[in-house]
């Protein structure tokens, strides 16, 4: 048994890293026209869906920034990125986090 606090230390900790980086971008649509959210997250695992690369890069931007202030560190190589573009599966565009390169899925 540990203690309970610790949990919600933890989970206020990562809501104050993700709140900045939810303002930086809308979701996608979906086909009924109402918009998901653009960040999801459980624990430490955190989701990132936009409709566009540009917004994306806006979003990993701002994680970098609170996570740096709070002298958290991402490892990218445990990081993975899956970009559509035209409904085929692109590895040609760069998503970074702390200057580190995220790997592609495919």
């Known amino acids: 048994t540990g203690c309970t606090i610790s949990v919600i230390l933890f989970v206020a900790a990562m809501n104050m890293l993700i709140k ?13 026209g109402a918009r998901q959210p653009p960040l999801k997250a459980f624990m430490d695992d955190l989701t990132i869906a936009t409709e566009s690369v540009l917004s994306a890069r806006w979003m990993l931007r701002s994680l970098d920034k609170t996570a740096t202030w709070a002298r958290m560190k991402f490892k990218a190589r445990k990081c993975r990125k899956l970009v559509i573009q035209k409904g085929r599966v692109s590895d040609r565009l760069e998503l970074k986090v702390q200057g580190e390169s995220i790997p592609s899925i495919t």
């Open 20 to 32: 900045p980086a939810v303002s930086q971008s809308r979701g996608p649509r979906t086909n009924s």
